[in-house]
């Protein structure tokens, strides 16, 4: 007889999704909107199969080692896996899943709201008004800068990356990517996008630089200090990824001095030193973590989950299985 497979849910996830998991499987959900913590995460992994698992667990090397034989399966609800420990995972026969294509849409919306946010200085707007300071329409008042024209540098012309392009297109701007790997022609020839082989000379041209790329060891801080000085002081970047792509304390100096015209950040670095001096700085629009947060996207990325969950049990491949790229 069958022991029923038992999955673990981390946190707390729209209600459909809870349902529809509880109606499919042996599972345990969390009431928790805060992640669990690295002991607890291990208890529940010795006790179950299937680990449902979102941004904020710490599921490193030291949880794998500690996790016993019984967890085979990691189903992270998110794209980023950044959290995970991929090789420690594989080192202990555990497959791991992520949910991209369904949030691409919604967070590339975000990545284009903040690359004409920043130029067209939308917050500073805001709180002038809030704050009472503005006293009726002058020629001079409040200007920024048009995208249109400009050249926007994506790197990483991934799902996300492909669905900025496209909206950036739509508004005017040239297309420029760097990646690990050039893409298919046709999406190139379909985006008008320019391949630079070389992030630097790429970084030298464009006037604005979306990330797009996932966070990987081979992609800590990017952009350095030295690449962010490649750019030009009228340039801007935008983030929708992860802060740590970024060196974020040497973007607000730049910013700061005047070095770069501003920055849009969806993610923010978690030293409050760094991220309230971003905070404080009128060019940098920054955002909590919001480019997925739209009910669709999430309740897309939950399915996405259980197919993973599902097909992962029944015994065949799941469609989103995560492959480290360095091994
Ligand atoms: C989510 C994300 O906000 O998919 C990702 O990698 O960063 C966002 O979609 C988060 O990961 C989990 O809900």
């Keep these: 007889t069958d022991t029923p497979c038992k999955i673990t849910v981390t946190r707390r996830l729209p209600a459909e999704i809870e349902l529809r998991l509880a109606d499919l499987f042996d599972v345990t959900l969390s009431d928790d909107d805060r992640p669990m913590s690295p002991e607890a995460l291990v208890e529940a992994a010795r006790d179950s199969d299937v680990i449902a698992s979102t941004l904020g667990d710490r599921l490193d090397a030291e949880f ?28 202990h026969g555990v497959t791991v899943t992520n949910t991209p294509s369904v949030l691409a849409e919604d967070a590339a919306d975000i990545a284009m709201a903040l690359i004409l946010a920043v130029p067209r200085r939308l917050v500073e707007g805001v709180k002038a008004l809030e704050s009472g300071k503005f006293d009726g329409w002058s020629p001079t008042w409040m200007l920024g800068h048009s995208v249109r024209g400009k050249k926007l540098g994506i790197i990483g012309l991934g799902r996300v990356g492909q669905a900025v392009a496209r909206r950036a297109k739509a508004f005017g701007l040239s297309v420029h990517y760097h990646s690990r790997n050039r893409i298919n022609p046709h999406v190139e020839n ?22 797009n790329c996932p966070h990987t060891p081979a992609t800590y801080h990017l952009l350095s200090a030295r690449r962010l000085k490649l750019l030009h002081p009228d340039a801007f970047v935008v983030n929708v990824s992860r802060s740590e792509i970024i060196d974020e304390a040497a973007l607000a100096d730049m910013i700061e001095k005047g070095q770069l015209a501003g920055a849009g950040l969806d993610v923010t670095n978690p030293s409050p030193t760094v991220s309230r001096k971003l905070m404080r700085l009128p060019n940098v629009v920054m955002l909590p973590h919001m480019a997925s947060a739209t009910r669709e996207s999430r309740l897309d990325m939950g399915e996405r989950m259980l197919i993973n969950i599902k097909m992962f049990i029944d015994g065949h491949k799941p469609p989103d299985r995560v492959i480290p790229e360095f091994l």
């Design 64 to 91: 794998f080692a500690n996790a016993g034989d019984r967890l085979k399966l990691v189903a992270n609800f998110g794209a980023g896996v950044d959290h995970i420990d991929l090789k420690a995972a594989i080192a």
């Design 190 to 211: 379909e985006l008008e996008a320019t391949y630079w082989e070389s992030l630097d000379q790429m970084l030298a041209r464009v006037d604005i630089v979306s990330v």
